[in-house]
Every structure is written in structure tokens, then in C-alpha cells.
Nanobody, 122 residues
Framework: QVQLVESGGGLVQAGGSLRLSCAVS????????MGWFRQAPEKEREFVAA????????YYRPSVKGRFTISRDNGKNTVYLQMNSLKPEDTAVYYC???????????????WGQGTQVTVSS
């Protein structure tokens, strides 16, 4: 079993920054590709960013590319999402997830955290 715990969400003004963290325990973190997804009220959960096991391959949804950066620290069993130049439309609950291989599809992820709220005010 794999446990994922997100942290770092909060309220920020438009143009501000937040860094989300996701601590992973229970299995060997370095074996899993990691992803971040988000879900706004009354909307489907959508892909945000993903990082391969090696950390050298990353993927982003177009609307966050250039503003968000996903990274991982295998020594700390943690994946991060640095979010800069935040916009009100980034407001959502953000979830981290673990998969056997890097993917942008929600269904490819086997383990999920409980989510952390990010609210961007205009």
C-alpha cells in the first residue's frame, strides 16, 4: 500500500506563488512516476503535471506550462509542484498521485492523496 499526503495549499493573490508538497510512504517512492491533478467545483479532475521515475521527463497541461514546475526528491520521498504567476482559474483542490509509469491520464494512476485546497483571489 502507498500513502500520499499533500501539503502547502492555501489562499494567495493573483500573481503570487505556492509550493505544494506530497510525501509518499509505504512502498519504494523511487519506483513510481508521480503526477499532480486538480479539481475545481463542479468540474472534472484534470491533469496538471507529471514526472517520470528518473525525474528527467516531465509533462504539463498547456495552461500551466511555464508557470508550474514539478520536481521530485527521491531521498525525501517527496514530489513538489512549484506554482508561480497564479491565476484565479488555478483555484482547485490539488491531488498528487502515483503510477507505475509516467502518464497524463487519470486512469493510469493507482494511488491518490486526499488533496489540498488552492485558492487564488483576483
Amino acid at each position: 500500500q502507498v500513502q500520499l499526503v499533500e501539503s502547502g495549499g492555501g489562499l494567495v493573490q493573483a500573481g503570487g506563488s505556492l509550493r505544494l508538497s506530497c510525501a509518499v510512504s509505504g512502498r519504494t517512492f523511487s519506483r513510481y512516476a508521480m503526477g499532480w491533478f486538480r479539481q475545481a467545483p463542479e468540474k472534472e479532475r484534470e491533469f496538471v503535471a507529471a514526472i517520470a521515475v528518473s525525474g528527467t521527463t516531465t509533462y504539463y497541461r498547456p495552461s500551466v506550462k511555464g508557470r508550474f514546475t514539478i520536481s521530485r526528491d527521491n531521498g525525501k520521498n517527496t514530489v513538489y509542484l512549484q506554482m508561480n504567476s497564479l491565476k484565479p482559474e488555478d483555484t482547485a483542490v490539488y491531488y498528487c498521485a502515483a503510477a507505475a509509469s509516467v502518464a497524463v491520464v487519470r486512469g493510469s494512476y493507482d494511488y491518490w492523496g486526499q488533496g489540498t485546497q488552492v485558492t487564488v483571489s483576483s
